[in-house]
């Protein structure tokens, strides 16, 4: 995996963000978005996925969308993830969007160093990943969850489900004793990634330091 970096390198909170192609080309916008939603001094990691539909599945399961089936490469993206999280003195925050966004809440059950989860558009309604997060102990103190207003007004069946899955997601957080916050905007999956990308790790650092 690749990397970009950005913000003060000795910033104490750290953002890592899983992203593809398009993300890192609205990066600019993200960045100037969080620093208009908080004061809080940061270092952003973000790491190019190679293979989106691969490195990010936690299990396998069949195409949704197009043909490309969804592999099981979660746990070695996790490994590499983990390699820029080695300084004690930190605090890390892990975010995505979409696919990312899963695999960011899927992360907070394998390990305990992300305190807090920023999750924009979680890819929800991946089959048994709800059911699989009840099951676990989620490790994060904190967890963001956003979905646009109108993502679940599609025709894909499964895709279409991400409403209901997202409120349960949220319903069963609450229970297990996490701090979370479902945030609804406006518009599509497609609609504005990095305007809600910002607000899931704006939230993020101003809950980490009690704001």
């Not at 394998?110 to 979680?122: D, H, M």
Request: glycine letters at 6%; charged letters at 25%.
């Amino acid at each position: 995996m690749t990397k970009s970096t950005y913000g003060n390198p000795d910033a104490k909170m750290v953002l890592i963000q899983l992203v593809d192609e398009h993300d890192l080309e609205t990066m600019d916008t993200e960045l100037m978005e969080i620093r208009r939603l908080t004061d809080e001094d940061f270092y952003l990691i973000a790491m190019k996925v190679r293979d989106w539909n691969n490195d990010l599945s936690p299990w396998e399961a069949p195409a949704v969308f197009g043909r490309e089936n969804f592999g099981k490469g979660s746990d070695d993206t996790l490994k590499e993830v983990l390699k820029n999280c080695c300084d004690l003195s930190k605090n890390y925050i892990i975010g995505g969007y979409s696919l990312a966004g899963l695999f960011a809440l899927w992360a907070v059950t394998k390990t305990n160093v992300f305190k807090t989860c920023a999750a924009a558009s979680p890819s929800v309604w991946f089959p048994g990943f709800v059911e699989y997060m009840n099951d676990q102990r989620i490790y994060s103190e904190r967890i963001y969850l956003s979905l646009g207003d109108k993502e679940e007004n599609t025709r894909n069946p499964v895709m279409s489900t991400v409403g209901e899955k997202i409120r349960e997601l949220y319903e069963l957080l609450e229970k297990k004793g996490v701090h979370t916050i479902l945030e609804w905007n406006k518009g599509n999956h497609f609609l504005e990634s990095d305007i809600r990308m910002a607000k899931a790790f704006a939230w993020a650092l101003n809950a980490q330091n009690g704001k």
